[in-house]
Structure formats: C-alpha cells, structure tokens
C-alpha cells in the first residue's frame, strides 16, 4: 500500500518535471497557424517544422559561437584544473591547505561583484567584444571547479602508485603525465560536462563581452525569444534548439554529470 | 643543507604548475573584487571613466533608494520561497527514493534534467506557463488549474507577489539537485547502523528520527548554502521571464540595469559590492568548515 503511494507521488512528481517540455514540444511542432495560447495545451493536428526552420537562421550563429566557445573553455579548464588538482592532492608544498580554499572560493563569488573591472580590463588588452576573451573568462571561471573535481578524485588515488613513479625517477611532470592524467579520466568527464554545461548556458558574460555577431547562443535565444511580441511557437522551438547539445550531454552522459552535481557540493 | 635542497626541489615544481591559475584566479577574483570596491567609492557615471573619491555616497544613495528596498524585498521573498520550496521536494523525493524504487534511473534523470538546460530556455518556456491573462487569454499553468475551478492570481505580474512566482521555475531547475545531494546522504548511512536500531525494535519512523536525521545535517546544509548562493545571484532567469518589470526586479537585475544600460558604473559597483559580502557571509564559514571537517576526518 504504502508503496504504491510512493510510486504515484513520484511519479506525479515527474510528471510536474516533464510538463514545461510537454509544452515546449507540442507547441513547437504544431503549425504557425494551428498555434494558439488559449489551446496550448492540445497536441499538434499534424506534426510541422515551419517554427524550427523560421527560428533556425537567428539561432544558427550564436549556436556556432557557443560551441567555439564551450568546446575550448571546456577542455582547458579542465587540464588546469587536472594540474591544480593532482599537485593538491599528491605533491603538495607548504601552504597548499591555504591555497586550496582561496581557490575554491572564486566558485560561489557573484560575478556581477567582478564583471565592471572585467570590462575594463579587457578594454584594455583588446579582448573585449570577441569569443577570446569570452573563452578565457570561462576558463578562469572554471579554473575552482575543475580543481575541486580534480583534487578529490585524486586524493582517492594509493599513494604507492605516485611513489613508484618516484621511486622510478619520474619528476613531477612526468608523474602527472604519465601517471596521473591516464588515471583521472573519469574526472575528466566530469569536468568536461560540468564546464561545458555552464560555459555553454552562461547568460551574464556573453551580454557584457561580446559584440552582435560573437554572441553566445543563449544571448541570441534571448534576443529571438523574451520579446513579448514573439509569436509562442517561435519562442518554444528555439528554445528547444538552444538546449538540444546540453541535454544530449545529460541524456549520454548522466552518469558523470551526477558526480559532477557531488562536487559542487564541495563532496568528493 | 643538501636535504633542505632536495625538499625545496621537491615542492617548487608544484607549485610552479599551480602558479598560472594562481595568478589568474589572483586578478580575476580578487584583484576584481577589490577593484570593483574602488569603484564603488568613486563618482563614475557615464561612459567615461572617472575616479574622484565620494566616499559611501552610492551606499547611503541606495539605502535610501526605494528602487533598492523593492529589489532587496523582492530577493528576500524569492529566496525563502525558493530555498524552501526546493528543499522541501527535493527532501521529500530523496526519502521516497531512498529503499529504491522501480525504475530509478529514469527518475532521477526526469527530476535532475532540468539543471542541464540554461536558465535563459527555462525562463522563455516558464514565461508561457505562467502568464495570467485571465478570461479567454488565460493559459498556461492557469489553464490547468481552471480544469479544477481554480484561478490564481498569486503569479500576476501586478500582483505583489510576483516574484515568488519566480521561485517555481527556478524549483522546477533544482529541486532534482537537492534531491540528488539528499539522496546520496541517505545512501551513504551504512545499513548496520539502520538495522542495528530495528533490531533494537525501533519502528521506521524512530529509525529516521533518531538515525538518519542527525547524520543528514550536513547534506542539509550543503543544500541550503548552494541554493542561498544561486539564489542571491539569480539574473538570468528573471531577465528571460521579466525584463524590465519592478514587480520581478532584485539587486542583481538592477545592477545589470545601473551600471550597463545606465551607465551609473559606480552606483552599480556598489550594489555589486553589498552582494558580494552578502554571499560571502554565507560562503566564507561553509568553506571553511567544510575543509576543517575534512582534515579532521584524515
């Protein structure tokens, strides 16, 4: 009894979760003319793809920039963080305890206490309006987490393994490279995912960093969609399109992005 | 002299690795921080940058600034409805999941998929959903509730209460996370503990009581911190769903607003400034206690 209460709240729970995509899918597979707010919840009469193709060429351009953008910012974070993590957790020097913190902090700062200055200084060094410098903020942005997801995953690393290495005359780098790089390839994804979702979904830097044509995706989707006056199909399928890579990422990957979600939480 | 030597060599390489990101962290966090302060107590308006010293003038400005009281009262709302809201849902399908369930996996991705989509998508499809024309515009959330003779007018943009509105979607993208983050607590709790208070004939609910709730402190908290940090932060969600609407607006919005369409660069570094300390009071002793309670498990 009690669990078939459990399983009817659960899944009323799911089905909460799911309505906003039942909406966003019904709606924009109809055709411009069957749509209609007053009828928005009614499946489509036929199955249509005029809304995709009438919001696609707006769309088309932030989704390139953003996969510039995410792809690099992504896979450097990553790699630093891979470096920051293995020497605090395995070959450590005075004050790293200090050190981890302070980096750690820079994750939950709110980056409009940052973004002034920012723009300022990539003014100045000529970054500003263009995905470089966009790029770069994301990979400094990124450079606590990928620490973090790092530096906990290898702690769990035996020491023996990084001692044989020693004992074999590996320097650090080499230990690293050779050692601990293959090893953390699991952490890798995760940090891959996580970077990626949040360069890729990032709303505040891509307004203020870049110019019309770099936009990043979610800036364009915002453009093409939170007018008022946009017609309701037009709004739901690019949105949709805007979140297919990071949802493909989720559905493919979710195994990692759960762990992903841990180490947010400071847990390793 | 030589062992001195050989220690020191030892450790620089490390340190030389971590060194960049040191530095870039060094100016763009901190550097930035403090930076954005000095901006704060200078008289930058327009686009053109200017730095004579005014003091807390922006600070006194907007403590007496009706514009800010709104936002503040707004963000206050926003964040017990939220913070609330999501732990509840999320405490409560974590407990329901936790002895497992038939097809768990596809729940948890249904619960969990939402933290994936950017808060931008979320927002424009939530916009939909929440409209409250009534009558024959009626749609969305309203057009449901009318199945069962229900019309609410709580999210109405007019309404005072608006902004708790806001705290649906923004539930609706993280409640699975707090669901996830209790959900791995439970499962971290070995059995024997469990089993050893049922063999002492606790009932089931005794055994969450007395076992499960006093180990699930710090999940707890973990939760509440990252939901209180995003919360104070909340930009892009609001400015997808409603722009440029006093009703909806919070301090991080009004930033946006001061400093990049108006110009008002140091009036915005100050607001930027409050909600800086206001997170870090909040973050600064959950770091630290976080790493404290680690090394004391080593």
Redesign the interface.
């Known amino acids: 009894m009690t669990r078939i209460f459990?399983?009817l709240?659960?899944f009323a729970?799911?089905i909460?979760?799911?309505?906003?995509v039942y909406?966003?899918l019904v709606t924009a597979f109809k055709s411009p003319g069957e749509v209609d707010?007053?009828h928005?919840?009614t499946l489509p009469k036929s199955l249509s793809f005029d809304s995709f193709s009438l919001v696609w060429p707006k769309l088309q351009n932030g989704m390139v920039n953003s996969l510039m953008l995410a792809i690099p910012a992504s896979v450097i974070s990553s790699l630093?963080g891979a470096?920051?993590g293995?020497?605090?957790a395995k070959?450590?020097?005075?004050g790293?305890?200090v050190?981890?913190?302070?980096?750690?902090?820079?994750m939950?700062?709110?980056?409009?206490?940052?973004?002034?200055?920012?723009s300022?200084?990539m003014t100045d060094i000529g970054l500003k309006g263009g995905l470089d410098g966009l790029i770069l903020?994301h990979i400094?942005?990124g450079?606590?987490i990928t620490?973090l997801i790092f530096r906990n995953y290898y702690i769990g690393l035996s020491e023996e393994v990084i001692e044989a290495a020693r004992v074999d005359g590996a320097?650090?780098?080499r230990t690293?490279a050779y050692i601990a790089l293959p090893l953390g390839l699991p952490a890798f994804a995760v940090a891959m995912i996580w970077q990626f979702?949040s360069a890729?979904?990032?709303?505040?830097f891509g307004v203020?960093m870049t110019r019309t044509e770099f936009w990043p995706v979610?800036v364009a989707?915002?453009n093409v969609?939170?007018a008022q006056t946009v017609p309701?199909n037009q709004?739901?399928a690019?949105?949709?399109l805007?979140?297919i890579p990071?949802?493909l990422?989720?559905?493919l990957l979710?195994r990692f992005?759960?762990r992903g979600?841990?180490a947010?939480?400071?847990?390793g | 002299m030589s062992k001195l030597k050989r220690r020191i060599g030892r450790?620089?390489?490390?340190?030389l690795?971590?060194s960049?990101?040191?530095v870039?962290?060094g100016v763009?966090?901190y550097?930035?921080?403090g930076?954005?302060i000095k901006?704060s107590v200078t008289d930058w308006k327009g686009q053109l940058?200017t730095d004579n010293y005014v003091g807390l003038f922006w600070y006194k400005q907007l403590f007496a600034d009706e514009t800010f009281h709104n936002d503040a009262r707004n963000l206050l709302i926003f964040t017990l409805v939220f913070i609330l809201g999501s732990m509840s849902?999320g405490l409560?399908?974590a407990l329901?999941?936790d002895k497992g369930?038939?097809g768990e996996n596809i729940?948890?991705?249904?619960?969990?998929?939402?933290?994936?989509?950017?808060?931008?998508?979320?927002g424009?499809?939530?916009r939909?959903?929440l409209?409250s024309d009534p009558g024959?515009?009626?749609?969305?959330v309203n057009?449901?509730l009318g199945l069962v003779g229900v019309h609410s007018d709580w999210h109405k943009s007019d309404s005072q209460w608006a902004i708790a509105a806001i705290a649906l979607p923004a539930g609706?993208a993280l409640s699975?996370?707090v669901m996830?983050?209790f959900l791995?607590g439970l499962r971290g709790i070995p059995d024997e503990l469990r089993e050893a208070a049922r063999v002492d004939g606790a009932t089931e609910f005794r055994v969450y009581w007395h076992v499960v709730r006093p180990m699930m402190y710090p999940?707890l908290m973990?939760?509440l911190v990252?939901l209180a940090?995003i919360s104070?932060?909340t930009?892009?969600l609001i400015?997808?769903i409603a722009?440029l609407d006093p009703r909806t607006e919070t301090p991080?919005i009004f930033?946006?607003l001061t400093?990049?369409r108006g110009n008002f660069?140091a009036r915005?570094?100050a607001?930027?400034?409050l909600?800086?300390f206001a997170?870090?009071v909040v973050?600064?002793p959950?770091?630290?206690y976080?790493?404290r309670k680690e090394?004391t498990a080593r």
Do not use: C
């Not at chain 2, 024959?136 to 969305?140: A, I, P, Q, R, S």
């Open positions: 459990r399983n709240v659960l729970f799911a909460f979760f799911l309505m906003p909406v966003l707010v007053v928005m919840w630093l470096a920051n293995f020497v605090l070959w450590r020097f005075p790293a305890d050190v981890f913190p302070v980096i750690l902090f820079g939950f700062i709110p980056y409009q206490a940052v973004i002034i200055p920012m300022g200084l903020i400094i942005y450079l606590p620490t320097g650090m780098l690293f979702t890729w979904n990032d709303f505040l203020i979610t989707l915002n969609a939170g309701f709004a739901m690019s949105a949709f805007a979140s990071t949802l990422v989720y559905l979710g992005f759960m979600l841990m947010g939480a400071l847990k | 450790w620089v390489p490390g340190l690795l971590v960049p990101s040191l870039l962290l763009f966090v550097g930035f921080i930076w954005n901006i940058e849902v409560l399908l329901l999941m369930v038939r729940l948890r991705s249904i619960y969990l998929f939402p933290m994936g989509i950017s808060f931008i998508a979320t424009i499809v939530w939909w959903l409209n024959e515009g009626t749609t969305g057009d449901l609706w699975g996370y996830a983050l791995a999940v973990s939760a990252i940090h104070l932060k930009f892009d400015y997808a722009p991080a930033m946006y400093a990049f660069y915005g570094a607001i930027a400034t909600l800086f997170i870090a973050i600064v959950y770091i630290w976080s790493i090394r």
